[in-house]
């Protein structure tokens, strides 16, 4: 099943793909859908077909966006690092994600980087999850690009400011249930920047899979309905390159994950 | 002027302080009340007095906890880091906050330290903020204790585990709003463990102050009424002392600010 915010005629509502297309969900966006109805629902409460329906950030509220670093192997190798014990963790907002068709506006002079991701979405309440409950509390996975801004991220020993500039992060296009897709056997997860691969990593080498990832972080705090997690980016990102190579002005960065979609942001610097 | 969220009979409240108690506020927190009003309202709208009121969690919903690492001079020192360019911050959630006579209840065997810091709340939205404008969009000054994890805080090099544990966070009692208290000028922030001062610091030291650290985050993220901003912790941490020491369970420790007021915590640890 795929899942959606979709942008529509009558303003932004949650959606469930048909063979004919979009059809609404009791709810203005998945956010609000998750919060008061499970995945399983979604084929039971489908409603009227919604013609010229077009993706938006499928969870525009998200209390909880979390993040996983160093998780693909050849990534960690990438940035001088060893294979981790425990998976390094950091934290982004809602207002740090963005749609998947976005222009992402920065101030003239970061060092912007990409980092396409396969991003888990919560769709019960968990804490203190096994493995087994976290992942049967798995509503979908998508895809995001964790943008970072590479030169405030190494500006203290901590990323967060790096990674949480408002509005950088793409999210979407749509939400894919688990019975669709298979992260541990394995998707294919990309980056290109204006055409070019920069990036392919196969979910089937994390180090931690996303099960592993939400049942850690439920260790501290409560995961619930719509939260995120991303659990991380594969080898190839620019500031790896020799030398470190950031976004430009028009640069137009694709983040794909098979079986899922892809989602597209132009850089936009303003002085 | 002095703000809070109390507990009265018919359920939390915010609240304001008059010669003769607690006032009502016309909202059910603090965090709702500075998402409608500001401060300045806040003697115009107190209504029937709250006898028997007592200060709960005085901001229950923020939107963004962020924290600044290392902004003391004799705790950096005490740390083994050089004084920094840029304030070093990390993200807590709502979630992790507790009021300010808590129990924090947490698994046997963690390492379990303590940080008092002056807090600031944040009264109006602000972006891209300079000193100024940041500086008057603070609503007022509360007291936190930054209770970390150190083994978790330590396992990677992202602070974000040790720091999110749910319910782990003291805030409170009181927001006194910029008129009635000048951590420029400085106030005294102090933390006991079973009555034995381990921290005391001033807030003039800090090497950002509050209008510095809001403006700074401003840069990379919207603030918004009710936001909280943690300036980070003098020296005296348990992971400083020779040995380590850390909190045992059924400690009782305390964090003061000079001119607010002092919170309590007593740690339980369950198997």
Chains 1, 2 share one sequence.
């Not at 688990?178 to 055409?195: F, L, S, Y």
């Not at 790896?240 to 640069?251: F, I, N, Q, R, V």
Request: charged share 20%; aromatic share 6%; proline share 7%.
């Amino acid at each position: 099943m795929r899942l959606a915010t979709v942008r529509t005629d009558s303003g932004p509502r949650a959606a469930v793909w048909r063979e004919d297309g979009w059809h609404a969900l009791p709810a203005p966006d998945l956010s609000a859908y998750l919060a008061a109805h499970t995945t399983a629902e979604a084929d039971g409460l489908a409603g009227d077909a919604l013609p010229g329906a077009v993706p938006l950030l499928p969870l525009p509220a998200p209390g909880k966006v979390i993040c996983c670093g160093l998780n693909y192997a050849d990534h960690i190798t990438e940035m001088g690092r060893e294979l981790p014990s425990h998976p390094t963790l950091f934290a982004k907002y809602a207002d740090t994600l963005v749609g998947p068709d976005a222009e992402i506006r920065l101030p003239d002079g970061l060092d912007v980087d990409w980092e396409a991701e396969l991003a888990v979405v919560v769709g019960t309440d968990i804490r203190n999850a096994g493995r087994e409950q976290a992942g049967a509390a798995i509503a979908g996975y998508t895809v995001a690009n964790d943008i970072s801004i590479r030169d405030w991220q190494n500006r203290t020993l901590q990323w967060f400011q790096g990674k949480a500039w408002d509005a950088s992060t793409p999210l979407g296009p749509v939400v894919v249930t688990p019975d669709e897709i298979d992260p541990v056997a394995g998707v294919e997860v990309t980056c290109r920047v204006n055409g070019v691969e920069r990036q392919r990593g196969n979910t089937k080498t994390l180090v931690f899979d996303s099960a592993a990832l939400l049942a850690y972080v439920s260790t501290f705090t409560v995961l619930r309905p719509g939260d995120v997690v991303l659990t991380g980016t594969p080898g190839g990102v620019g500031m790896g390159m020799t030398p470190p190579t950031y976004l430009a002005d028009g640069d137009l960065v694709e983040a794909e994950v098979t079986g899922i979609g892809s989602i597209a942001a132009t850089i936009r610097f303003s002085r």
